[in-house]
């Protein structure tokens, strides 16, 4: 049984703080529910996903919020041609711009962190531009129900938020497309030497993530059937979070969907519960910082334990 | 002609591309300003009033101070801090209610500056380690964002006084303190970043970090000090900003964060590290106060200022960009 002890030894520090959060929400709040925590896949289950596949290319999107309210903006305004059919366009126009921005950081050669602040600022201005600077709403208020319907936990939506976790799972261990991606993140002179074209992984990387967000932004705002020009700002650090705490590394190449799947849980238990028990959104904010913060030190030290230990072996080798 | 004198001639067009190009970004900016100064003074009527100056001046006091300041995160190659916005208010928080309660408002900006620089030095330690720095700094936004909501549980903390409000009304021949404090902070980062052993080591750090650090340099150290200069400028700009509103809640100045990181990359500051000065920063900050206070004056509404800023951020970074590898090439 060698894979599965390795599986729960790649995955044991995010499996031990998931376990330590549920039961602890279920100790302070008994009447809490944990399967209710995954209706929170959309929006931050998929904006975390979408963040983790640019860092497993070692790049940064800072955009992806901006293009989730953006997406949830056009979902909106276009809800007049029906309402899945709104949340299409919304997904493929905000895909195809994000698809631009990763061709146009790869086509630049500029730091992605620099750029995406940039379009940070840009795409939350389009969708200004888009609402007509009022938190706008759908015409048709039953239009909506569609995404009401319940099979066991799971919703419409959540299935969808399932299905494009595993769907890029898969895509990422299993096809070229994706491995290159992971090797653009770890080694990148080496994996361009070795013939990984960096424009395409970047097209792809940005694509992704802006896909995500946009699917994030266009379901949630289908489901409430409104959008805000200020909408899902806290979306960025909330997923940023879930994708760090879940053990996605920032430097790239390293994570799975897996490990997206488990900072989300962590994350959302988390914050359903804080708001279960009645705490506003700044507590579970608070608690969000916190766990962020913990995660990075404890990797940190876990790492720098690590390097000691392959010293002294080193060096207990070098007196032998 | 030979190929020796080929090279030659075409290593002598390429320094000459170079200098063109590093000409160009050291002067595209106050250029551009000028420009805009200029256009604008004739297209729009109210424009060149000393009311606009004033304004234009008083929203660039804010955003100059803190852009200057982490101008030094900026140039230690540590990117920027993303936690701004949470950091300012609860300075601001700080101001007001030390400043209310002792009566006195230097005591009140002290206490803030004080919280500023422990928040910061904590940052500073933490991303010393060698921690990416814009998750520490999200992480840290985060909880103070937390931490300060709970404290004023979400309620506006307003001044008791107008008392409060001094800083930001005492004016000397109609300048407004702010606009003074600005110049003078200003002038202060760019000394330190520039003509001390800590500004050396910044530089040094920012431009080549293994090499820094094999020649002695303490990367937690130098990391540290840039959060301090940071801090310094992030608690004095909150109790100016503060001192103008009189009041403060936890959800306030959201956009400040993101405005701060676009004048120091507006401004011409390299993101790699290095390359770059507080001045630089505080003309981006400038320059983008001048295009919203026109906008303002015409009539732009706020999405279309929004997005009109988004659009010039991204020209000039990118043209920025393109100019430093046509000059380093």
């Not at chain 2, 309660?101 to 904590?122: D, P």
Request: hydrophobic share 55%; proline share 2%.
């Amino acid at each position: 049984m060698r894979p599965v002890s390795t599986w729960f030894a790649r995955y044991a520090l995010q499996l031990v703080v998931l376990v330590i959060v549920i039961v602890s929400m279920y100790a302070l709040y008994p009447s809490f529910r944990v399967e209710a925590s995954i209706e929170r896949l959309i929006p931050l289950g998929v904006i975390a996903a979408g963040l983790a596949v640019t860092m497993i290319a070692g790049e940064f999107d800072l955009s992806i919020a901006s293009m989730a309210a953006l997406s949830g903006a056009l979902t909106v305004v276009l809800s007049g041609l029906g309402l899945i059919t709104s949340v299409l366009i919304a997904i493929t126009v905000c895909t195809l711009l994000g698809m631009l921005q990763g061709w146009a950081i790869a086509k630049l050669g500029i730091n992605s962190l620099v750029f995406t602040v940039g379009t940070l600022v840009l795409i939350r201005g389009l969708t200004w531009l888009v609402c007509g600077g009022l938190s706008i709403s759908i015409d048709d208020i039953t239009a909506s129900d569609i995404f009401y319907g319940k099979f066991l936990f799971l919703s419409p939506l959540s299935t969808t938020g399932l299905v494009i976790l595993i769907g890029l799972g898969i895509f990422l261990s299993r096809t070229r497309w994706g491995r290159e991606l992971y090797a653009l993140g770890s080694s990148r002179p080496e994996a361009i030497a070795a013939g990984v074209r960096y424009p395409r992984g970047m097209v792809i990387a940005f694509g992704i993530s802006a896909g995500c967000g946009a699917v994030g932004g266009a379901l949630t705002s289908a489901l409430s059937g409104s959008a805000a020009p200020n909408a899902l700002e806290s979306m960025l650090v909330a997923g940023i979070a879930a994708a760090l705490v879940g053990g996605i590394s920032i430097a790239g190449g390293r994570g799975t969907m897996i490990n997206v799947f488990l900072g989300f849980a962590i994350i959302s238990v988390l914050s359903a519960g804080l708001a279960g028990m009645g705490s506003k959104a700044f507590v579970s904010q608070l608690f969000v910082g916190i766990f962020l913060l913990l995660i990075v030190l404890v990797e940190y030290f876990i790492a720098r334990l690590g390097e000691q230990g392959r010293r002294s072996r080193l060096r207990r080798l070098a007196e032998a | 002609m030979t190929t020796a004198q080929g090279s030659a001639i075409a290593f002598q067009e390429r320094a000459g591309i170079r200098r063109t190009t590093n000409a160009i970004r050291q002067y595209a900016l106050p250029i551009l300003i000028a420009l805009v100064f200029v256009i604008a003074s004739i297209v729009v009527p109210q424009f060149l009033s000393f009311q606009t100056i004033r304004a234009i001046l008083l929203a660039t006091a804010v955003t100059g101070i803190i852009a200057a300041g982490m101008t030094a995160i900026t140039l230690s190659g540590n990117l920027f801090s993303l936690g701004v916005t949470a950091s300012v208010v609860l300075s601001g928080v700080i101001y007001i209610s030390v400043g209310s309660a002792t009566g006195n408002i230097f005591v009140g900006a002290l206490a803030a500056v004080l919280a500023a620089l422990v928040v910061g030095i904590a940052q500073g330690f933490i991303v010393g380690l060698g921690l990416n720095p814009v998750v520490v700094t999200l992480a840290a936004g985060a909880i103070i964002y937390g931490a300060t909501a709970i404290i004023t549980g979400g309620e506006v903390v307003a001044a008791r006084s107008r008392e409060l409000g001094r800083f930001a009304t005492f004016a000397i021949v109609g300048i407004p303190l702010p606009v003074f404090v600005l110049v003078a902070f200003t002038a202060l980062a760019w000394f330190v970043t520039e003509r001390t052993r800590i500004g050396r080591n910044v530089h040094l750090l920012g431009s080549n970090k293994e090499t820094a650090r094999n020649s002695g340099i303490s990367f937690m150290g130098t990391t540290i000090w840039a959060f301090v200069i940071f801090a310094v400028g992030l608690g004095v700009a909150a109790v100016l900003q503060v001192s103008q509103t009189l009041q403060v809640q936890a959800d306030n100045f959201p956009e400040l964060t993101m405005n701060v990181v676009a004048a120091v990359l507006v401004g011409g500051t390299a993101v790699t590290g290095g390359d770059g000065s507080p001045i630089k920063s505080v003309i981006g900050a400038l320059f983008i106060a001048t295009v919203t206070q026109i906008m303002v004056l015409v009539g732009v509404p706020q999405g279309t200022r929004y997005f009109v800023l988004g659009v010039i951020v991204v020209v000039l970074v990118v043209t920025l960009h393109l100019l430093r590898k046509a000059g380093s090439r």
